[in-house]
Nanobody, 131 residues
Framework: VQLQASGGGLVQPGGSLRLSCAFS????????IGWFRQAPGKERERVSC????????WYADSVKGRFTISRDNAKNTVYLQMDALKPEDTAVYHC?????????????????????????WGQGTQVTVSS
């Protein structure tokens, strides 16, 4: 499995960015794509995830109402629309994948994101929110 995040950049507070995660190589049609971020000197944290077969999503409390995750299965791409950005959103953003062969497990973990479920990781993209 390969994943590649893109779309980061420098934006002013209150601005928007859309990150993309292009992926390939899943052997199952049931997979979860998640976004994580890590700021300098801080632990990596979960941001959001989305399941492959329905609209199940999960968001961290810190981004609810500001970030929106979506997918385009035809393009094998997951997007993270980030609005109303704050300086504390500054971090390297990574996308990661978790694969399942049971749709019920996918639904469970897509609605309750757990970092340990994600085995495949892509390189990150830097997001900097600053005036």
């Amino acid at each position: 499995v390969q994943l590649q995040a893109s779309g980061g950049g420098l934006v002013q507070p209150g601005g928007s960015l859309r990150l993309s995660c292009a992926f390939s190589g899943f052997t199952s049609s049931y997979y979860n794509i998640g976004w994580f971020r890590q700021a300098p000197g801080k632990e990596r944290e979960r941001v959001s995830c989305i399941g492959s077969n329905d609209d199940t999503t999960w968001y961290a409390d810190s981004v609810k109402g500001r970030f929106t995750i979506s997918r385009d299965n035809a393009k094998n791409t997951v997007y993270l629309q980030m609005d109303a950005l704050k300086p504390e959103d500054t971090a390297v953003y990574h996308c990661a994948g978790a694969q399942y062969y049971d749709p019920l497990l996918l639904k469970l973990y897509a609605s309750n994101m757990r970092e340990y479920e994600f085995q495949d990781w892509g390189q990150g993209t830097q997001v900097t929110v600053s005036s």
